[in-house]
């Protein structure tokens, strides 16, 4: 008998065929930043956290 597939898995699969990227979230660039994913903030590229939200890549 074969197991279901974990609904994460079951989510991703929906978005995927959507379109959307479903990988881990990382830093963005802008210019010679790293950039938050989640509000945007800027930081020096030495950076490890958000220091306005707290966001840490996974």
Known sequence: MSQAPAE?????????QRG?????????ES?????CPDC???HDRGASKCTVC???PV
């Not at 959307?20 to 963005?28: K, L, S, Y």
Request: proline share 0%.
């Open 40 to 42: 945007g903030g800027l």
């Open 54 to 56: 707290g966001w840490t």
């Open 20 to 28: 959307h990227e479903t990988g881990d979230a990382g830093w963005e």
């Open 31 to 35: 210019y010679n930043k790293k950039q």
């Open 8 to 16: 994460d898995d079951l989510f991703d699969e929906f978005l995927t």
